[in-house]
């Protein structure tokens, strides 16, 4: 009578199958959130695993001892990409900037301005805040003084320029004299020594005097305010100028898609990039041993320590001259 109950109810039989039942179900919403995830984010997994790889990479192909030019075929991948990026820059910045100053409304552009710049100088602020909190935490380069930069590769950066220049070439850089140099040229100030004359007591007088160079490398300031003043233009121009902004959207829309599609060559291309770097370094331990040792000699806890050690060295010494006197 009880199983017949059971059967005619059935209450029991689904209270018993609803724990089943709501744990697959559990189960199938995770795989769906999960395979969500990694489709969200597969483009940033292939290129953390790309970098993971790479470091890999390059330590076991140290060991093969390649030449010059087996270096060179083995960096191709990621020279690839860098040429890539570099290629898809000038026309992304360019017709994007064209593009949103176009679109915007002449009204509103002094509104907008003040707050994009306000909004740009704030942002700065923060990141300029973060970054020399971090540079007091971390203290990159601590250790450089202890390596051998020829034995790394590295080339040595000269510090002599006076403030006063950075500040005339940002100027000059805002304003190309070529427009087209500007994409792979930017201006920079040199210097250079000239006799100026004989001292009084028979010395001669040598002056420092600026000249102005080109330096390899795109003048994107000089491209983006360029970009903006000529969008802001043809929205002056009314219904003539909607031909040319039209274009310059299309333009925006095509680069974007150029754009997705180099990103999925990155992993790969950073794969290679990050394992010939670390090829072409003739020692690594060397970078990263300096670097933990001055860590450890420049950490507050072991300056205390010193500190600590050395005050008791001194006090020791005064006990033993005592004693001896």
């Not at 695993?49 to 087996?70: C, E, I």
């Not at 000269?158 to 070439?169: G, H, I, P, R, V």
Request: hydrophobic share 45%; charged share 15%.
């Amino acid at each position: 009578m009880e199983e017949k109950k059971s059967e005619i109810n059935g209450h029991a039989g689904h209270k018993s199958r609803l724990p089943a039942v709501s744990i697959k179900s559990e189960n199938n919403s995770f795989k769906d959130r999960l395979m969500v995830f990694f489709k969200r984010n597969l483009l940033v997994i292939l290129t953390v695993s790309g970098v993971l790889v790479g470091v890999g990479l390059g330590m076991m192909v140290r060991n093969m001892n390649l030449t010059r030019a087996q270096m060179t075929y083995f960096a191709f991948p990621g020279e690839m990409l860098l040429r890539m990026l570099k290629m898809i820059i000038l026309p992304l910045v360019v017709c994007s900037l064209i593009s949103g100053a176009a679109s915007l409304d002449t009204r509103s552009l002094g509104k907008l301005g003040g707050i994009a710049v306000s909004y740009f100088l704030v942002t700065t602020l923060i990141a300029s805040s973060i970054g020399v909190a971090l540079a007091f935490i971390i203290k990159p380069g601590v250790g450089a003084g202890a390596l051998n930069t020829n034995n790394l590769g590295l080339e040595g950066v000269s510090s002599n320029k006076e403030t006063a220049d950075s500040f005339l070439d940002l100027a000059r850089n805002l304003f190309p004299s070529n427009l087209v140099a500007a994409a792979f040229r930017s201006y920079v100030t040199d210097y250079k020594t000239i006799l100026v004359g004989n001292g009084t007591n028979g010395t001669l007088n040598y002056q420092k005097v600026p000249y102005g160079t080109d330096a390899d490398g795109m003048n994107i300031l000089g491209l983006v305010l360029f970009a903006m003043v000529f969008g802001v233009a043809l929205r002056k121009l009314g219904a003539e100028g909607e031909e040319l902004i039209r274009f310059f959207n299309a333009f925006n829309e095509a680069t974007m898609v150029l754009v997705s599609w180099i990103m999925w060559y990155v992993p790969f291309g950073i794969m290679f990039l990050v394992g010939s770097k670390i090829v072409e370094m003739e020692d690594v331990v060397l970078l990263v041993v300096a670097n933990v040792k001055a860590e450890e000699e420049t950490s507050p806890l072991v300056t205390h320590q010193n500190h600590g050690d050395s005050s008791s060295h001194e006090t020791l010494d005064k006990d033993g001259v005592e004693s001896v006197l």
